[in-house]
């Protein structure tokens, strides 16, 4: 008996704990197409002991940028800024995934569509809008970018 409430205790914590992230992790998920005004399609599945998801034969289409039209996605965040007035810090990681360009990226890169052999993006996300990209790198047979330390105040990501 002396064993068995310390056990019992100790599962029921693991079990809060876990249940917690997962709607942790849920709500990221919302929010991210909440606040970049997207629509993400494909099976989204938690992770257990991590602060991220997988979505797995995900697409999605963001205004006049890029459109992911098949890919496995996996998206971690940093918790500690989720309430931070910058906004919450998103790592976006993809291998081998269909994307195409779109209005002023598709004209700058001279590409429309591309299989990336790397998708590599992290970014900082402001309530209704981009505020931070930290970096994006975009890895394909045809062509390749990398875009490292871009904020508002330098205007490229617009305002609202």
């Known amino acids: 008996m002396r064993r068995f409430l310390p056990l019992c205790f100790f599962l029921l914590l693991l079990?809060?704990?876990l249940g917690g992230l997962s709607g942790l992790n849920y709500w990221v998920?919302?929010?991210i197409q909440n606040r970049l005004e997207i629509r993400v399609t494909g099976r989204f599945t938690p992770d257990l002991f991590r602060t991220g998801?997988?979505?797995r034969h995900g697409s999605f289409f963001w205004k006049e940028k890029v459109q992911l039209v098949d890919g496995h996605v996996q998206v971690r965040y940093d918790p500690w800024t989720i309430f931070s007035r910058d906004g919450i810090r998103i790592i976006l990681k993809s291998d081998y995934a269909d994307i195409r360009l779109?209005?002023?990226w598709a004209k700058w890169k001279g590409v429309e569509s591309a299989r990336v052999e790397l998708l590599d993006v992290d970014f900082v996300l402001g309530s209704h809008r981009l505020t931070a990209i930290n970096e994006i790198e975009v890895r394909s047979p045809s062509f390749q970018f990398v875009i490292k330390n871009v904020d508002r105040s330098t205007g490229v990501?617009?305002?609202k």
């Open 15 to 17: 079990v809060l704990v």
């Open 29 to 31: 998920f919302h929010e």
């Open 53 to 55: 998801f997988q979505i």
């Open 102 to 104: 779109l209005g002023n």
């Open 157 to 159: 990501l617009g305002s």
